[in-house]
Protein backbone atom coordinates (compact mmCIF):
# COMPACT_ATOMS: atom_id res chain seq x y z
CA UNK A 1 0.00 0.00 0.00
CA UNK A 2 0.94 3.75 -0.94
CA UNK A 3 0.42 6.81 0.63
CA UNK A 4 0.46 10.12 -1.63
CA UNK A 5 0.71 13.57 -0.64
CA UNK A 6 0.79 16.34 -2.84
CA UNK A 7 1.74 19.97 -2.71
CA UNK A 8 3.19 22.91 -4.44
CA UNK A 9 -0.20 23.92 -5.69
CA UNK A 10 -1.21 27.56 -5.67
CA UNK A 11 -2.11 31.05 -7.55
CA UNK A 12 -0.07 31.97 -10.61
CA UNK A 13 -0.38 34.20 -13.40
CA UNK A 14 -1.12 32.77 -17.08
CA UNK A 15 2.21 31.90 -18.91
CA UNK A 16 3.79 31.37 -15.62
CA UNK A 17 5.06 28.33 -14.00
CA UNK A 18 4.38 25.84 -10.73
CA UNK A 19 6.23 22.84 -9.52
CA UNK A 20 3.68 20.16 -8.26
CA UNK A 21 5.26 17.48 -6.16
CA UNK A 22 3.38 13.91 -4.38
CA UNK A 23 5.48 13.00 -1.71
CA UNK A 24 5.20 8.56 -1.25
CA UNK A 25 4.87 6.60 1.63
CA UNK A 26 6.62 3.27 1.69
CA UNK A 27 9.80 1.17 0.71
CA UNK A 28 7.98 0.07 -2.69
CA UNK A 29 7.63 3.64 -4.55
CA UNK A 30 9.92 2.59 -7.63
CA UNK A 31 7.21 -0.39 -8.31
CA UNK A 32 4.50 1.43 -8.42
CA UNK A 33 3.50 3.40 -12.09
CA UNK A 34 2.50 7.11 -11.56
CA UNK A 35 0.01 9.59 -13.01
CA UNK A 36 -1.21 13.11 -12.57
CA UNK A 37 -5.14 13.83 -13.04
CA UNK A 38 -6.77 17.26 -12.63
CA UNK A 39 -10.46 18.19 -11.96
CA UNK A 40 -11.87 21.33 -12.85
CA UNK A 41 -15.16 22.59 -10.99
CA UNK A 42 -18.55 21.18 -12.66
CA UNK A 43 -16.27 19.12 -14.67
CA UNK A 44 -14.94 15.50 -15.17
CA UNK A 45 -11.23 13.96 -13.30
CA UNK A 46 -8.73 14.09 -16.38
CA UNK A 47 -5.82 12.92 -17.29
CA UNK A 48 -2.66 15.16 -17.25
CA UNK A 49 0.39 12.55 -17.15
CA UNK A 50 2.06 9.39 -16.04
CA UNK A 51 5.40 7.85 -15.90
CA UNK A 52 6.68 4.22 -15.91
CA UNK A 53 8.60 3.13 -12.97
CA UNK A 54 12.10 4.14 -13.59
CA UNK A 55 10.96 7.04 -15.62
CA UNK A 56 12.00 5.97 -18.64
CA UNK A 57 8.63 6.57 -20.10
CA UNK A 58 6.21 9.41 -19.90
CA UNK A 59 2.87 10.15 -21.21
CA UNK A 60 0.99 13.31 -21.72
CA UNK A 61 -2.56 14.64 -22.44
CA UNK A 62 -2.41 16.49 -25.82
CA UNK A 63 -3.30 19.54 -23.74
CA UNK A 64 -0.17 19.85 -21.70
CA UNK A 65 2.10 18.29 -24.08
CA UNK A 66 4.99 20.34 -24.65
CA UNK A 67 4.02 22.67 -21.24
CA UNK A 68 4.60 19.90 -18.70
CA UNK A 69 6.79 17.87 -17.22
CA UNK A 70 6.90 14.47 -14.92
CA UNK A 71 9.40 13.19 -13.22
CA UNK A 72 10.08 11.02 -10.45
CA UNK A 73 12.95 10.44 -7.97
CA UNK A 74 12.54 7.21 -6.59
CA UNK A 75 15.54 7.82 -3.80
CA UNK A 76 13.23 10.59 -2.74
CA UNK A 77 9.85 8.87 -3.02
CA UNK A 78 8.65 11.62 -5.07
CA UNK A 79 6.80 12.26 -8.55
CA UNK A 80 6.75 15.74 -9.95
CA UNK A 81 4.63 18.00 -12.38
CA UNK A 82 6.73 21.07 -13.73
CA UNK A 83 4.05 23.15 -15.54
CA UNK A 84 5.46 25.87 -17.89
CA UNK A 85 3.13 28.71 -19.73
CA UNK A 86 -0.12 28.32 -17.72
CA UNK A 87 -3.16 28.74 -19.06
CA UNK A 88 -6.65 29.63 -17.32
CA UNK A 89 -8.08 26.37 -18.57
CA UNK A 90 -5.18 24.54 -16.50
CA UNK A 91 -7.18 25.63 -13.26
CA UNK A 92 -8.23 22.34 -11.21
CA UNK A 93 -7.74 20.72 -8.52
CA UNK A 94 -4.45 18.06 -9.11
CA UNK A 95 -4.10 14.85 -7.72
CA UNK A 96 -1.50 12.04 -8.17
CA UNK A 97 -2.35 8.50 -8.29
CA UNK A 98 -0.57 5.12 -8.26
CA UNK A 99 -0.38 1.76 -9.81
CA UNK A 100 1.52 -1.47 -9.69
CA UNK A 101 1.49 -2.70 -13.50
CA UNK A 102 2.77 -0.67 -16.74
CA UNK A 103 -1.11 -0.38 -18.63
CA UNK A 104 -1.24 0.82 -22.13
CA UNK A 105 -2.41 3.93 -23.13
CA UNK A 106 -5.86 3.96 -23.39
CA UNK A 107 -6.06 2.61 -19.90
CA UNK A 108 -3.51 5.03 -17.72
CA UNK A 109 -5.76 7.93 -18.72
CA UNK A 110 -8.29 6.41 -16.67
CA UNK A 111 -9.74 7.35 -13.26
CA UNK A 112 -10.77 3.74 -12.56
CA UNK A 113 -6.94 1.78 -13.48
CA UNK A 114 -5.52 3.83 -10.01
CA UNK A 115 -5.60 2.41 -6.96
CA UNK A 116 -4.10 4.79 -4.54
CA UNK A 117 -5.09 8.55 -4.68
CA UNK A 118 -3.93 11.66 -2.92
CA UNK A 119 -5.91 14.33 -1.72
CA UNK A 120 -5.25 17.14 -4.44
CA UNK A 121 -3.47 20.63 -4.29
CA UNK A 122 -5.25 23.53 -5.96
CA UNK A 123 -4.01 25.10 -8.60
CA UNK A 124 -5.49 28.74 -9.69
CA UNK A 125 -4.24 30.42 -13.03
CA UNK A 126 -5.98 33.72 -13.44
CA UNK A 127 -5.36 35.78 -16.74
Known amino acids: QVQLVESGGGLVQAGGSLRLSCAAS????????MGWFRQAPGKEREFVAA????????YYADSVKGRFTISRDNAKNTVNLQMNSLKPEDTAVYYC????????????????????WGQGTQVTVSS
Open 97 to 116: AARREHPAYTIMVVTTAYDY
Open 51 to 58: ISWAGSST
Open 26 to 33: GRTFSSYF
